[in-house]
């Protein structure tokens, strides 16, 4: 498990409502029912592409405004990923002792991705179908990123990114650690 490297991407909102649990409060039986507004989640986004081993953050990007992650979008990252790990994991990239985990998402499975891993000498660690469980950054960065997000507004992208990227290198080595073994 030292060897993965994994990594998706999400959604980031300027506005992303509070859940229920997060917004309830304390009322008396005779007190009248409180009234909420319906809120809906901003339309200032951005996407954030991620990608972490069990020391830490390895790579993180935002895909431009308007930009889709297609198959040629995608091989951009892996290059950006590819960099990374040569600058920040030099025991991984002089071993060539690292794997890359992604969920089946069209682009990771493309065969212009699969010809970049092949041409660098990259395995990828199948994912199996229907098993979204098994997608690290889905049951544990994402979460945890928009967990301390939820409820904030950010009125511009530079601003949702800055804070973001602030919450990301704030996770611990321990925190990735513990998610890898519980994986």
Same mark, same amino acid.
């Given at each position: ?5 994994? *990594? @998706? ?7 992303? /409502?509070? %859940? ?7 009322? %008396? ?8 507004? =319906? ?11 991620? !990608? ?13 405004? *308007? ?19 040569? =600058? ?7 071993? *060539? ?5 992604? @969920? ?10 699969? #010809? &970049? ?8 660690? /199948?994912? /199996? ?8 950054? @889905? !049951?544990?960065? !994402? /979460? ?6 939820? *409820?904030?507004? &950010? @009125?511009?992208?530079?601003?949702? #990114? ?22």
């Amino acid at each position: 498990m030292t060897s993965v490297i994994t *990594g @998706d991407e999400c959604w980031l909102y300027g506005h992303d /409502p509070e %859940t229920k649990q997060m917004s309830s409060q304390w009322k %008396t039986a005779s007190s009248p029912r409180l009234k909420k507004a =319906r809120q809906m989640k901003s339309s200032v986004k951005n996407m954030l592409i991620a !990608f972490f081993d069990n020391e830490g953050l390895v790579h993180h990007e935002y895909v431009s405004r *308007g930009q889709m992650v297609n198959k040629e979008c995608y091989k951009t990252v892996l290059q950006h990923l590819h960099d990374a790990v040569r =600058r920040h994991r030099p025991e991984k990239w002089c071993s *060539g002792n690292w794997i890359l985990h992604n @969920d089946n998402a069209p682009a990771h499975r493309a065969v212009t991705t699969n #010809e &970049f891993l092949a041409k660098h000498n990259i395995p990828s660690l /199948p994912h /199996p179908p229907y098993s979204p469980d098994l997608a690290l950054c @889905d !049951f544990f960065l !994402f /979460p945890q990123l928009k967990k301390t997000m939820k *409820g904030c507004r &950010f @009125d511009y992208v530079e601003e949702n #990114e800055a804070i973001a990227t602030r919450q990301l290198r704030a996770i611990t080595k321990s925190d990735y650690q513990r998610c890898f073994r519980q994986w």
